[in-house]
C-alpha cells in the first residue's frame, strides 16, 4: 500500500498531504505543504525530522502543550491549533504573512521508509536535497530558510555546512551542534538521554508502526505511514542508538560527521538560546553565533521551558521579522537588530531585555574565585598553605560558599574552572554546579528548559580527557580534544580545565554564590519535578540529562576516592563572568 498525494484549501491555507521527495538514491520521503491559497511564488520555511509531520503536538506531547497554552495563552490565541506539530512554526500563523511551510519526515520516520540514522551524513544529505527541492517549486522564490527547535535547530547547523544554494536563513531555536561535546559525552561522559530519548520520541513513529502510532487528528489517516511492519522489520529498519553513540567514547569520525563545520557556515543566522537548557543545547547555540562564519548572525537568550517562547508572540515576532529581511526581503527594521539581545535573568522567574554587541560580552570583568579548603569557602583572595580535601568518587561531593554578597552582582557568560585533583583509581569524573543561594541557604532553581529545579549553570568533565586544544581554548572556555585517553596514575596530581557552560543569573545582595565539585549528577534538594509524557526519568535537577550508565561509569574504574589539591602554586578557582552595570563601564571608559 503506498501513499497517495492529495490537496485541499481549508482553514484559509492550500495544503498538499504526502508530497513525494526522491533521494538521490531513489528513496521517497514524504512532506506535507501548507501554502497561500492564491497562486503565486512564495519564501519558504522547511523543517526536516523524525517526530512524524501529522502528528499533534497535543497528542504526541500532551503534558508539555496544557502547561504551555496554560501559561501562555498567546500561543493558541489566533489559531485552530489543528495543525501543531511538536517544536515547528504553526502553519496557521505563518501563511497569512506569505509563506509557504513545509514538513518532512526524515528517513525512516511518519510517513517516510526507509533506514533510521539520526544526524548522518546520509540524514543532512536528505535534508540538503530536500531544500533544494522546495527551492525550485512553482510556489517558491526560491529562498528557502530553516526554523524550528532542538532536533530542527541541530540539524540546521549540519546542513548549513553543505550550502544548499537555495538556503537563504536559518534559525536555530535551542539548537546544540557538536555531536560529542553537547550532545553524547559531556566532558567525556557519556550522556543516557539520546537512547532514552529514542525509545519515547523516536520508535513510536518509526514508519510502519500503524496502530502502535497515533493518527492524525485533522485526517485520521496513521501517522506512521499506510506500511505494518512487525517488530523484527522495525528493529532492522533503524540504528542501534544506543549502542552506537556508547561505541564511541572519543571524538572520532562517527561524531564529526554529525557535527557541523564551523567555516562552511556562512548563511544568515538567527541563534535562540535557553540559560536553562544544561544538558543539550545552549552550547551550541553560543558556539553556533561565536563560531559561525557567517557575516550576518544574531544571538537571543531566554529562559523558561524549551519550547515555549519559539511559540510565543516574544519569539515568534523576531522570527518573522527575521525572516521578512532575508526571504521576503522586506525592510523591517532588522538591520537595527542587536547583535545581541539577552533576557538577564533573576530569581523569582524573572527576566530583564538587554541589548549588546557582542558575545561574551567585553566589559566582563573576569574574576578569580578561589576554593578556600579550611573554610569551604570561595574568595576573591588566594588561600594560604597547602591543603587536600577528599570526597568519594561517586557521591556528592563537595560545596564552596561566598560570604553573603555585599551588592547586586550579575553574573552573564561562560565559566571556567580549574581544579588540580588524583584519584585512587585510574579514572575520575566530575560533576561541576555553580549554584545561588539566599542568605538563609534556601537554594535559588529555575525552569528549565525541562526540569522545573534547574540549577545557575553546570560542567563536567572526565579526567582521562583533561587534554587541551591550546588553539581552541581560551581562559573562560577551555576546549578539549577529547581524541584520547590519559588514565590517571596512583598519586598522580593532574591540572583540569573544566567548561562551564553559560548562563546568566543576577544575584541580589545578601545572597550568596555556591561551586558544587560533585562525583555524580546534580540533585536539587527540595523535592521532585515530577514526570513529562515524552521522559522516562522522574525530574530531580538535570531532566532527563543524566550521566548513570554503569556501562560507562564502571565502579572498577570511578568508585574510587578522589582527592582535591591546595597550595600557593596549585590554586584551584572558578573564573566568573561579572558584569558591571552599562553606566558604571561607561563611566570607567571616560575616566580613562
Known amino acids: 500500500m503506498s501513499l497517495q498525494q492529495r490537496s485541499e484549501v481549508r482553514d484559509g491555507m492550500h495544503i498538499d498531504w504526502n508530497v513525494p521527495i526522491e533521494m538521490d538514491d531513489g528513496l521517497v520521503l514524504r512532506a506535507d505543504v501548507f501554502r497561500p491559497v492564491k497562486d503565486g511564488a512564495y519564501p519558504v520555511l522547511l523543517t526536516y525530522g523524525p517526530y512524524a509531520k501529522n502528528l499533534a503536538f497535543q497528542d504526541g506531547y500532551p503534558s508539555a502543550w496544557q502547561r504551555m497554552v496554560e501559561k501562555h495563552p498567546d500561543v493558541s490565541a489566533g489559531s485552530s491549533n489543528q495543525y501543531q506539530n511538536w517544536e515547528v512554526v504553526d502553519p496557521e500563523k505563518w501563511v497569512?504573512?506569505?509563506?509557504?511551510?513545509?514538513?518532512?519526515?526524515?528517513?525512516?520516520?511518519?510517513?517516510?521508509?526507509?533506514?533510521?540514522?539520526?544526524?548522518?551524513?546520509?540524514?543532512?544529505?536528505?535534508?540538503?536535497?530536500?531544500?533544494?527541492?522546495?527551492?525550485?517549486?512553482?510556489?517558491?522564490?526560491?529562498?528557502?530558510?530553516?526554523?524550528?527547535?532542538?532536533?530542527?535547530?541541530?540539524?540546521?547547523?549540519?546542513?548549513?555546512?553543505?550550502?544548499?544554494?537555495?538556503?537563504?536563513?536559518?534559525?536555530?531555536?535551542?539548537?546544540?551542534?557538536?555531536?560529542?561535546?553537547?550532545?553524547?559525552?559531556?566532558?567525556?561522559?557519556?550522556?543516557?538521554?539520546?537512547?532514552?530519548?529514542?525509545?519515547?520520541?523516536?520508535?513510536?513513529?518509526?514508519?510502519?508502526?500503524?496502530?502502535?502510532?497515533?493518527?492524525?487528528?485533522?485526517?485520521?489517516?496513521?501517522?506512521?505511514?499506510?506500511?505494518?511492519?512487525?517488530?523484527?522489520?522495525?528493529?532492522?529498519?533503524?540504528?542501534?542508538?544506543?549502542?552506537?553513540?556508547?561505541?564511541?567514547?572519543?571524538?572520532?569520525?562517527?561524531?564529526?560527521?554529525?557535527?557541523?563545520?564551523?567555516?562552511?557556515?556562512?548563511?544568515?543566522?538567527?541563534?535562540?538560546?535557553?540559560?536553562?537548557?544544561?544538558?543539550?543545547?545552549?552550547?551550541?547555540?553560543?558556539?553556533?553565533?561565536?563560531?559561525?562564519?557567517?557575516?550576518?548572525?544574531?544571538?537571543?537568550?531566554?529562559?523558561?521551558?524549551?519550547?515555549?517562547?519559539?511559540?510565543?508572540?516574544?519569539?515568534?515576532?523576531?522570527?518573522?521579522?527575521?525572516?521578512?529581511?532575508?526571504?521576503?526581503?522586506?525592510?523591517?527594521?532588522?538591520?537595527?537588530?542587536?547583535?545581541?539581545?539577552?533576557?538577564?535573568?533573576?530569581?523569582?522567574?524573572t527576566f530583564v531585555g538587554r541589548a549588546e554587541n557582542e558575545w561574551p560580552?567585553?566589559?566582563?570583568?573576569?574574576?578569580?574565585?578561589?576554593l578556600d579548603p579550611k573554610a569551604m569557602a570561595l574568595t576573591t583572595k588566594k588561600p594560604p598553605g597547602n591543603g587536600k580535601l577528599n570526597f568519594a568518587a561517586m557521591d556528592d561531593g563537595l560545596t564552596f560558599l561566598t560570604p553573603p554578597v555585599t551588592q547586586e552582582t550579575e553574573i552573564t557568560g561562560p565559566s571556567a574552572l580549574k581544579l588540580f585533583a588524583s584519584s585512587s583509581t585510574a579514572d575520575a569524573d566530575f560533576f561541576i554546579v555553580l549554584r545561588v543561594f539566599t542568605g538563609d541557604m534556601k537554594e535559588i532553581v529555575f525552569q528549565g528548559a525541562i526540569d522545573p529545579h534547574t540549577p545557575v549553570a553546570q560542567g563536567w568533565l572526565r579526567a582521562s580527557h583533561r587534554k587541551l586544544d591550546r588553539k581552541l581554548s581560551t581562559p573562560w572556555r577551555p576546549y578539549h580534544t577529547h581524541d584520547e585517553k590519559q588514565p590517571l596514575k596512583k598519586g598522580q596530581t593532574v591540572e583540569l580545565d573544566i567548561e562551564i557552560w553559560p548562563t546568566s543569573i543576577v544575584v541580589p545582595t545578601g545572597y550568596r554564590i555556591a561551586l558544587s565539585v560533585r562525583g555524580k549528577d546534580y540533585v536539587y534538594g527540595g523535592?521532585?519535578?515530577?514526570?513529562?509524557?515524552?521522559?522516562?526519568?522522574?525530574?530531580?535537577?538535570?531532566?532527563?540529562?543524566?550521566?548513570?550508565?554503569?556501562?560507562?561509569?564502571?565502579?572498577?574504574?570511578?568508585?574510587?576516592?578522589?582527592?582535591?589539591?591546595?597550595?600557593?602554586?596549585?590554586?584551584?578557582?572558578?573564573?566568573?563572568?561579572?558584569?558591571?552595570?552599562?553606566?558604571?563601564?561607561?563611566?570607567?571608559?571616560?575616566?580613562?
Open 527 to 592: 523535592g521532585s519535578g515530577g514526570k513529562l509524557s515524552n521522559f522516562k526519568n522522574e525530574l530531580t535537577g538535570c531532566g532527563p540529562f543524566l550521566h548513570d550508565d554503569p556501562r560507562d561509569r564502571p565502579k572498577a574504574l570511578f568508585d574510587g576516592t578522589t582527592t582535591l589539591h591546595f597550595s600557593a602554586a596549585r590554586a584551584p578557582h572558578v573564573l566568573l563572568p561579572i558584569i558591571p552595570p552599562k553606566k558604571q563601564a561607561a563611566a570607567k571608559r571616560k575616566r580613562r
Open 96 to 349: 497569512p504573512h506569505d509563506y509557504v511551510c513545509v514538513r518532512v519526515d526524515s528517513r525512516g520516520t511518519g510517513c517516510s521508509p526507509g533506514f533510521i540514522d539520526h544526524f548522518s551524513p546520509r540524514e543532512t544529505k536528505d535534508f540538503h536535497d530536500c531544500i533544494e527541492w522546495a527551492g525550485v517549486q512553482p510556489w517558491s522564490n526560491g529562498k528557502v530558510g530553516l526554523n524550528g527547535i532542538s532536533y530542527y535547530g541541530i540539524n540546521q547547523w549540519h546542513v548549513a555546512s553543505l550550502q544548499p544554494p537555495h538556503l537563504a536563513a536559518i534559525c536555530v531555536w535551542e539548537g546544540s551542534a557538536d555531536w560529542y561535546r553537547d550532545m553524547t559525552h559531556h566532558g567525556g561522559i557519556l550522556s543516557t538521554f539520546w537512547e532514552n530519548w529514542y525509545d519515547m520520541q523516536v520508535k513510536t513513529v518509526q514508519y510502519g508502526a500503524g496502530e502502535r502510532g497515533k493518527r492524525s487528528r485533522v485526517h485520521g489517516e496513521l501517522v506512521c505511514g499506510p506500511e505494518i511492519l512487525t517488530e523484527e522489520e522495525l528493529r532492522k529498519n533503524r540504528a542501534d542508538f544506543g549502542a552506537e553513540i556508547a561505541a564511541h567514547p572519543l571524538d572520532d569520525q562517527y561524531h564529526r560527521d554529525r557535527s557541523p563545520v564551523w567555516s562552511k557556515v556562512t548563511v544568515p543566522i538567527f541563534s535562540a538560546a535557553n540559560w536553562g537548557g544544561q544538558g543539550l543545547h545552549p552550547r551550541g547555540n553560543f558556539e553556533g553565533f561565536a563560531r559561525a562564519a557567517s557575516k550576518q548572525k544574531w544571538l537571543e537568550a531566554h529562559g523558561i521551558e524549551h519550547w515555549t517562547h519559539f511559540y510565543t508572540d516574544y519569539g515568534r515576532k523576531q522570527q518573522l521579522k527575521f525572516f521578512d529581511t532575508f526571504l521576503h526581503g522586506k525592510d523591517t527594521g532588522w538591520s537595527k537588530q542587536p547583535k545581541v539581545y539577552l533576557q538577564v535573568r533573576h530569581p523569582g522567574e
Open 361 to 370: 560580552l567585553k566589559r566582563t570583568k573576569w574574576t578569580k574565585f578561589y
